[in-house]
Structure formats: structure tokens, C-alpha cells
């Protein structure tokens, strides 16, 4: 089996990457500069019309969504145990994976691009402040179910990959995160393992490249 992830610094394919590791899998990286629209190139348009990464190339066939890819390295890769064998905990860790896709990450994104939300001069400010009020209600949730936990289940899963990098990502826009203990403690405990340091090394080798390149 070949597996290609094409990923970007800073975006959710760094969920994959984390899990690909987690789970022992071979694959190769392909870099991708959204900066400078390598997103929207003809021939990453073939993989994904959606324009997004991350995208998992399966013996040529391209997955895309991180819900679904983090399923199917679940099922491929089982030793692994990124998500939990009762079938009824199984379906929580998705549900609560679906909540990092669907709730908190939207909630991230006006951040980074406020103008793709409000085209009005001067709304920018206004828009960051209702995503991030929104932003902190989804991590409020999160950090109540990280209470007393280690790990969102039993043991280490990809929805600890995935809220990882949602916080992370929060980090970055140097918001005041203190009111979120629980999902500080989990954020150090996630950077702590292998498979995040392999990805943020190869996340500043890339930015680096980049840079250079710009």
C-alpha cells in the first residue's frame, strides 16, 4: 500500500501526520503552499475540488475530510487503537471528532481570514471578536470532558491528535487561553509525544523552505 499526505504548515493535515506516525504507517509528504496557492493548482484541483488539505493519496485513489481519514487509519492500521474497541465509544470519539471539524475549527478560521467572512471595510476586528466568543464556547465544552482525564478516552486516540491541533491553532492568534486549563495541560502532554515533535519539525523545515522560497 502507498499513502501520500499532501499537507501545509499550520492547517488540520496535521492531524493525519500525527496519526500516520501514531499508527507506524510509511507515506510520504507532499508540501503544499497555500500561501501561494498551490492549493489551486490544476493538479492538486484533480485530488480535491474542495481546495483543501489535508488529502491521504490510498494506491492513487485521494480520501479527504480528517473525520474520514482518521477512520479509515483506524481500520487499516487496528494495533494502533486510534479510537477506542467499544463500539458505542467508537461513536463518541467520531461525534467528538466531527465537533473539532464541524464546531471549533470554523470558529478558528476568521481568525486567520476575517475578509472571507465579512467583505465591509474595517469589519475584521468585529468579525475575529463573535468567532472567538464562539471559539471559547466550543472550548469550554472541551475543557469540562478533559476534567480529571489524561486522554478524551482510556487511552491516547486521533481525537487527541485532532483537538490538538484545534488548540494549537488558537495559540497562534495569541488569544488569552488561561481560562482553559484542562486543554493547556492536554496541549503540553500532546506536544510531548513523538509523533507531534516529528510533525512540528517538519512543519518549521517546510515554513522555512517556504520562506525562502517567497
Given at each position: 500500500m502507498k499513502l501520500t499526505l499532501y499537507y501545509a504548515p499550520l492547517t488540520c493535515a496535521t492531524v493525519p501526520y500525527i496519526t500516520l506516525?501514531?499508527?507506524?504507517a510509511e507515506f510520504e509528504v507532499r508540501n503544499v503552499n497555500t500561501r501561494k496557492g498551490g492549493n489551486r493548482t490544476p493538479e492538486f484541483l484533480a485530488l480535491n475540488p474542495k481546495h483543501k488539505v489535508p488529502v491521504l493519496i490510498i494506491d492513487g485513489e485521494p480520501l479527504t475530510e480528517n473525520v474520514a481519514i482518521q477512520i479509515w487509519i483506524h481500520r487499516h492500521f487496528p494495533a494502533a487503537k486510534l479510537l477506542p474497541a467499544d463500539p458505542q465509544e467508537e461513536i463518541k470519539a467520531i461525534s467528538l471528532m466531527a465537533f473539532c471539524g464541524s464546531g471549533i475549527h470554523p470558529h478558528l478560521?476568521?481568525?486567520?481570514?476575517?475578509?472571507?467572512?465579512?467583505?465591509l471595510p474595517g469589519s475584521e476586528e468585529s468579525v475575529?471578536?463573535?468567532?472567538?466568543?464562539?471559539l471559547f464556547e466550543d472550548l469550554k465544552v472541551v475543557d469540562d470532558l478533559l476534567a480529571g482525564r489524561e486522554w478524551f478516552f482510556p487511552h491516547f486516540t486521533a481525537c487527541d491528535a485532532y483537538f490538538y491541533w484545534c488548540f494549537m491553532r488558537a495559540t497562534t492568534f495569541k488569544l488569552d487561553l488561561a481560562a482553559f486549563g484542562n486543554c493547556q495541560a492536554h496541549y503540553e502532554r500532546m506536544k510531548r509525544r513523538p509523533s507531534v515533535q516529528k510533525v512540528l519539525a517538519h512543519e518549521k523545515k517546510v515554513q522555512e523552505e517556504f520562506a525562502k522560497a517567497a
Open positions: 506516525t501514531e499508527a507506524g478560521t476568521p481568525n486567520a481570514r476575517p475578509q472571507n467572512y465579512c467583505d475575529k471578536r463573535v468567532a472567538n466568543k464562539l
